[in-house]
């Protein structure tokens, strides 16, 4: 901006300044994100999912009933490879910033089992997801999400 006020040259600074950490925990970050939905959730491995999420992780999209913790999100990986075959989730962005990861993402795979109240139904689907993550200790410790649920729903029952 104007050259006697500065302001737009501090705008700058504030959004181009990390919140807290480094580039190489934003890269830790990220991997530990992008490995939790390529590798760990496919292969349904519940050893690899305790070294990258906290005992104490809050999954704020949880189902109703999901129990905290470690254990909730355990339930909810077994629950979808249960309910599905041939899942995988396509990342088409990851960004970190400080302490936290945003992944964008494709979910699919085959309704191949029970998925809660929907009996299988043998459909492929495919859902956009976006995932924020909060990290402590290189582990997931929060978690938001924001899915294309609707799209899903039609998919499995059309």
């Known amino acids: 901006m104007s050259a006697t006020t500065g302001r737009a040259d501090e705008v700058r600074t504030m959004v181009d300044t990390p919140l807290e950490g ?17 590798e760990i959730f ?4 519940e050893a690899a999912l305790r070294e990258v999420i906290s005992d104490e992780f809050v999954n704020h999209e949880a189902p109703p009933g999901t129990p905290p913790g ?3 999100i355990t339930m909810f990986m077994h629950l979808l490879n ?8 396509e990342i088409h962005d990851v960004v970190a910033e400080g302490d936290t990861v945003v992944v964008r993402c494709t979910h699919s795979g085959v309704h ?10 043998g459909r492929r689907f495919s859902y956009n997801q976006m995932h924020m993550l909060r990290m402590r200790d290189s ?20």
């Not at 191949?112 to 139904?121: E, K, M």
């Not at 582990?139 to 059309?158: C, F, G, N, Y």
């Open 82 to 89: 249960e309910a599905f075959s041939q899942q995988r989730w």
């Open 139 to 158: 582990k997931a410790a929060k978690h938001w999400a924001v899915r294309d649920d609707a799209s899903l729903m039609r998919q499995l029952t059309a």
């Open 70 to 72: 470690l254990g909730g």
């Open 42 to 45: 496919p292969a349904n491995d």
């Open 112 to 121: 191949t089992g029970q998925f809660f109240d929907l009996p299988a139904s």
């Open 22 to 38: 480094n580039d190489m925990a934003g890269s830790d970050n990220k991997a530990a994100a992008r490995k939790v939905l390529e």
